[in-house]
Nanobody, 121 residues
Framework: QVQLVESGGGLVQPGGSLRLSCAAS????????VGWFRQAPGKEREFVAH????????YYADAVKGRFTISRDNAKSMLYLQMNNLEPEDTAVYYC??????????????WGQGTQVTVSS
């Protein structure tokens, strides 16, 4: 089993930055691919970014490419998402996940509880 806990969400003005963190616990976390997904009200959960256990990625959704950076620190069992130049369209609940290296949410076995990001003036 792997447990994931996100933090770092909040309210930010357009053009601002936030850094999301995801703390992992449980064995074999460092052998899994990890990713970030988001879900806005009334919309389906969508892929944001992912990175492999040791190789693979990072890869990003077109909507965030050039603005967001995903990284992982296996020694600290942490996953991060640096979000710059935020736009109102980025408003959503953000989830970290661990599982297979894919853009498909259904291939990730483990999920955090989510953290709210609101971009508004």
């Amino acid at each position: 089993q792997v447990q994931l806990v996100e933090s770092g969400g909040g309210l930010v003005q357009p053009g601002g930055s936030l850094r999301l963190s995801c703390a992992a616990s449980g064995r074999a976390w460092d052998t899994l691919a990890v990713g970030w997904f988001r879900q806005a009200p009334g919309k389906e959960r969508e892929f944001v970014a992912h990175i492999g256990a040791t190789t693979g990625g990072p890869y990003y959704a077109d909507a965030v490419k050039g603005r967001f950076t995903i990284s992982r620190d296996n020694a600290k069992s942490m996953l991060y998402l640096q979000m710059n130049n935020l736009e109102p369209e980025d408003t959503a609940v953000y989830y970290c996940a661990a599982g297979r290296f894919s853009r498909r949410a259904d291939l990730y076995n483990y999920w955090g509880q989510g953290t709210q990001v609101t971009v508004s003036s």
